[in-house]
């Protein structure tokens, strides 16, 4: 047995329904190499900078490299993928947003033992979300090519609906194979976790996650990505990141006012404004006096 892969011409109606069926499936070259070539060159000295795990759930000889609104330009497409993102709003659209809940290279390292099976959604504090609620709509973009040998992730089919209380082996599990600018598309309730790298080459993958809007992201992108680079982005990738409300009240500001607002218009309102507006009236008011007295001392 091996598991499914679907062409990059699939819909996002395709993906969901194996998603929802399956638990999971793989988009072969969804993206081209130009795209992930982009990417290495602007994360590589991070990746390069980033400690290895302390434990074995991230692998001590695995790097997690984060920020990757922030430090990559080509990240942003890759976040705002058309294929990911329609497949994450139908397949979450039960809720009334998704939002971006981390970006994270994953570089698996030779030597780096098999990531114990795990679902993503026991980050939030290990609470039972009901089988028929889905929290997650999640990627592992394959950065490098994914063989088995090289710590390709593993997939236990089949577990999403199965899976509380039920403890998995490596041997339940399938590597998913498949070829750099492919990706892995997975939901927060299937069984899975990186595999061994035996090999002599390095794995690496882009992990991009989504999470309905109402939840705490895992990433915090408010401050992962700074403020004035914030204010560079466009408006759907912001809303992506969490700069909507995540629900009729989820993440207001002041007055209940959507979040937007502040990053656009921090010359006229609020926290962010008050100090700037103050000062600018302050010294809009001092040049009015300037110019009066020049005048009437002219006049
Ligand atoms: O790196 C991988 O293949 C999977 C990583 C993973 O599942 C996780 O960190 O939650
Ligand atoms: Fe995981």
């Not at 996650?209 to 705490?216: E, I, L, N």
């Not at 103050?278 to 809009?284: G, L, T």
Request: hydrophobic share 40%; glycine share 8%.
């Amino acid at each position: 047995m091996s598991l499914i892969h679907l062409p990059s011409t699939s819909t996002a109606a395709d993906v969901s329904r194996s998603l929802l069926e399956h638990g999971y499936a793989i988009v072969d070259e969804l993206v081209p190499d130009e795209l992930m070539d982009r990417i290495a060159a602007q994360m590589g000295p991070h990746v390069e900078a980033t400690p290895f795990g302390q434990d074995a759930f991230v692998g001590k000889q695995t790097r997690r490299t984060g920020s990757m609104i922030a430090r990559s330009e080509a990240a942003r497409e890759l976040v705002m993928n058309p294929l990911a993102i329609a497949t994450a709003g139908q397949f979450l659209g039960h809720a009334s947003t998704f939002q971006l809940h981390l970006t994270q290279i994953i570089s698996v390292y030779p030597g780096s033992a098999a990531q114990p099976l795990h679902q993503d959604q026991l980050a939030w504090d290990f609470f039972p979300f009901p089988d028929d609620y889905h929290i997650q709509c999640n990627l592992l973009w394959a950065m490098t090519d994914y063989a088995e040998e090289m710590g390709a992730t593993r997939i236990v089919p089949g577990s999403q609906y199965a899976g509380r209380g039920k403890t998995y082996t490596q041997a339940d599990s399938l590597p998913a194979v498949m070829k750099r600018g492919s990706a892995l598309f997975y939901t927060g309730k299937v069984f899975h976790g990186a595999g061994a790298n035996v090999s002599d080459r390095l794995r690496q993958a882009i992990n991009i996650t989504y999470a309905v809007g109402w939840v705490r992201q895992e990433e915090n992108q408010y401050l992962s990505c700074p403020m004035n680079i914030a204010r560079t982005l466009p408006d759907d990738l912001l809303k992506v990141m969490g700069y909507q409300m995540g629900c009729f009240a989820m993440g207001y500001v002041r007055d209940f006012e959507d979040p937007m607002v502040v990053i656009r218009e921090p010359q006229t309102r609020g926290v962010f404004g008050i100090d700037m507006v103050n000062k600018n009236a302050r010294s809009d008011q001092s040049l009015t006096d300037v110019a009066r007295h020049l005048h009437e001392a002219s006049a």
